[in-house]
């Protein structure tokens, strides 16, 4: 089997937790492989949110399509539980006036059970986060 998007509800992933919850936008949109539903933060930063996966996977890039986010974190657990994290990358992004951002990050085949994104600064006081991949494939147990 070849890569596949492991941060799609559809391939079992659990939005484990979002510091940020509005019913209009929730954190599950980003989930849901379209690019037209976001989850919104409520303002204040740093903000998180972490995805869990079914099973171990080899994480080989993670990508996020996103809009005013300033400085953003990833970092990765292979625990049961999502503890022990350790950072995977840390990035400025790019202001993009009127459009969403579209970061990529390859990694060295990262095995993960958990990822975490962080957005530690925004140009704004709101930021959206539309959709994020994972590509990589499961690890055998």
Known sequence: MGAADWCRSSAGAALVLATSSDPEHPAEN???????????????????????????????????QCYLVRTLRIERSISKDPVDFEQCVEKDLQHTEGQLQMEEFPLPDFPATYLRFIIKSAFDHFVSVHRVMAEGTAENT
Not at 52 to 63: D, E, L, M, Q, Y
């Open 30 to 64: 980003m989930a849901d492989g379209s690019s037209e539903t976001f989850w919104t933060t409520t303002g204040m930063f740093p903000q998180e949110f972490i995805i869990g996966f079914p099973k171990c996977v080899k994480i080989s890039k993670v990508a996020i």
